[in-house]
């Protein structure tokens, strides 16, 4: 036990996001203009979907020169919060913040860490079963009925190889967002979108093929148990129970993949 506390601290390195002072530095124009904008997305005043004005009625109401106008437009786009196409039915359209794009520059973050597969399951392994625990104590009433229609789903498609993978997947997905807590969803999300992304077609038929008839049944009648346990309110006998259902679910993960392979998401 040392020896390993020893070497993970040899090998531990701070993430630490910088918040120190910075070179003071007299935002230009459009930088101003991009962060108006920005805040106008974020706080829904600009909805998804919606086009801006045209070039000239922005320049004017915001009192700017075109080039100014521009860079700020190309400081939102290289942030994927719009769109410019051109033509006459074109012009800035916008979008909100994407799970997808945060996941992106998380999993960049990651892979230049050395992030492993390995790493990314056992955070899962410490999220989830907390999350069983948060939906058995909080949620016991409507919890179990969306749960259930999951599994009704997972049996429906336990024919479908690849069908029955998606509906399992989404008891998890729902499990998380049962919780309705914004962050573990986000993270979760994006540590999910990260898993795959590394995970080629291949690979992923080749863990869809290994799950035969006798596992799906095992996998529902697991998630069968642990609806039982919300029910109840077990607060304590859900988190242990998902605990033990998500190792054991790692331990076919490790036969399958190279899990202490870094991860790489630019492939």
Not at 9 to 19: F, K
Not at 76 to 84: A, D, F, G, N, R
Not at 102 to 121: C, E, K, M, N, P
Not at 152 to 160: F, L, Q, V
Request: proline share 5%.
């Amino acid at each position: 036990m040392a020896r390993t506390a020893t070497k993970r601290n040899a090998l531990y390195v701070p993430l630490d996001i910088d918040n120190g002072a910075q070179p003071f530095r007299v935002p230009k124009t459009a930088e101003l203009l991009a962060r108006d904008l920005r805040n106008r997305i974020v706080r829904g005043e600009l909805k998804d979907g919606e086009t801006l004005p045209a070039e000239a009625e922005l320049v004017s109401q915001f009192s700017v020169s075109r080039p100014t106008l521009r860079e700020a437009l190309r400081i939102l786009e290289s942030e994927s919060l719009l769109t410019v196409t051109r033509g006459s039915r074109g012009g800035p359209r916008i979008h909100l913040p994407n799970p997808r794009h945060a996941a992106r520059h998380f999993g960049l973050v990651l892979q230049s860490r050395g992030t492993t597969l390995g790493d990314i399951y056992r955070a899962r392994l410490l999220i989830e079963p907390s999350c069983a625990r948060m939906v058995a104590l909080e949620a016991r009433r409507s919890a179990p009925a969306i749960l259930r229609q999951v599994i009704a789903a997972e049996r429906e498609s336990i024919d479908d190889d690849v069908e029955h993978s998606k509906a399992s997947a989404r008891f998890h997905r729902t499990l998380i967002e049962i919780t309705g807590n914004p962050p573990l969803m986000l993270l979760m999300a994006m540590l999910t979108h990260i898993y795959e992304s590394h995970l080629s077609t291949a690979q992923i038929a080749v863990s869809v093929k290994a799950i035969d008839a006798a596992s799906k049944q095992r996998g529902i009648a697991a998630h069968e148990k642990l609806v039982a346990l919300i029910q109840a309110g077990d607060g304590d006998g859900a988190e242990t129970f998902w605990r033990g259902h998500l190792e054991s679910i790692e331990k076919v993960l490790r036969a399958l993949h190279p899990v202490d392979k870094a991860i790489d998401i630019l492939e």
